[in-house]
């Protein structure tokens, strides 16, 4: 097995469904010990950190916290200094929907989906970042002094009716993700966002679900086929490996082509 990332330690944000898990899951096959944050259902998270560590021989914990909370993400990165020595990988992952048509929109729903979806990647961005410069180079573990990788969406780019919070937040995620990026890379700090499109996951369950749904979602797919949480995953350790050392600021769309306007196939 090669096992790019043998050594490292990766936290994953969300990690206990979706894309979130099959990312724990891909980084515990290539060798990285992980820390599965979640935030709800203890005994799915501790199954999964089991499996993990069973499965591909590395250290696998699940660490419950709300990543918009600030005393849950310091406390998490306290538990990841604790356990594993700190990180090398920070995955930020964790994110919600809360849809409505705009002028029915509650303000309780854009600050939930901000607060997670942005607020969240700004806090586990930042304590990251601390624990890279106070942990130092790892030589012969990593070319960076450590890597961030964003879960954004095609959504940072294409607007979307019925869930202008949740474009919003992955619009900010986008500029946070960059911003963070210019502003680390002479500490050999590597910043980058994979931008799914539609995966096969509980967030999206009505768009796939049905045969006519599914039907519906594929006139926006060239590729013909909805994603699957592993085609993240594999992204994810290829970003976080130093097969990406050059690679930064970078938003990476795995989404089947999604991005490329299939309505003007055979228009425009
Ligand atoms: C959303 C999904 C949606 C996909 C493509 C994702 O970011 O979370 O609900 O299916 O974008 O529109």
Redesign the pocket.
Known sequence: MDQKLRGQRALVTGANSGIGKAVAYEMGSAGADVMINYVSGDGIAAQIASDISSRFGVRAIAHKADVSVEADVLGMFERAVSEFGGIDIMVNNA?L?KDSPFDEMTLEQWNTVISVNLTGQFLCSREAVRGFKRQGMRPGVSRALGKIICIS???EV?P?AGHVN?AAS?GGVMQLMKSIAQEVAPLRIRVNSIC????RTP??KG?WDTPQALDS?MR?IPDKRIGEPEDIGRVAVWLASDDADYVTGASIFV?GG?LLYPGFAAGG
């Open positions: 994110g929907q969406s095609v959504h294409i979307w949740y992955k799914p499109g539609a995966i967030i999206n768009a979602l926006l989404d999604m």
